[in-house]
């Protein structure tokens, strides 16, 4: 079992940034890809970003590519998620994800993939 705890959530304004953080306790940490997904009223979950657990590699949706970045700790059992440049259409609840992932050698966008979720932590964009 793997348990995630998100935090850095907020109320920004458009063009202001926030970071997230994912902490992660129980099965050994390298062993995961993680992701940030997110999830707006009425609208399905979609993936943020992935990062890779042997190299660190990382992938992003077109829509958060350059204002967006995506770390891991493997020191602190911790993964970040950094975003500037905000818009209002950022404003979601935004989720943490672990996959299990001996092989590492490819990137993870479907929901469908991931083991363990956090709980969620409410990200707001005003105009």
């Known amino acids: 079992q793997v348990q995630l705890v998100e935090s850095g959530g907020g109320l920004v304004q458009a063009g202001g940034s926030l970071r997230l953080s994912c902490a992660a306790s129980?099965?050994?940490?390298?062993?995961?890809?993680m992701g940030w997904f997110r999830q707006a009223p009425g609208k399905e979950r979609e993936f943020v970003a992935t990062?890779?657990?042997?190299?660190?590699?990382?992938y992003y949706a077109d829509s958060v590519k350059d204002r967006f970045t995506i770390s891991r700790d493997s020191g602190k059992n911790t993964v970040y998620l950094q975003m500037n440049s905000l818009k209002p259409e950022d404003t979601a609840v935004y989720y943490c994800?672990?996959?299990?992932?001996?092989?590492?050698?490819?990137?993870?966008?479907?929901?469908?993939?991931?083991?363990?979720w956090g709980q969620g932590t409410q990200v707001t964009v005003s105009s």
């Open positions: 129980g099965r050994s940490f390298t062993m995961f890809a």
């Open positions: 990062i890779r657990r042997s190299d660190s590699n990382t």
């Open positions: 994800a672990a996959k299990y992932d001996s092989i590492s050698r490819y990137y993870y966008t479907r929901p469908s993939a991931y083991d363990y």
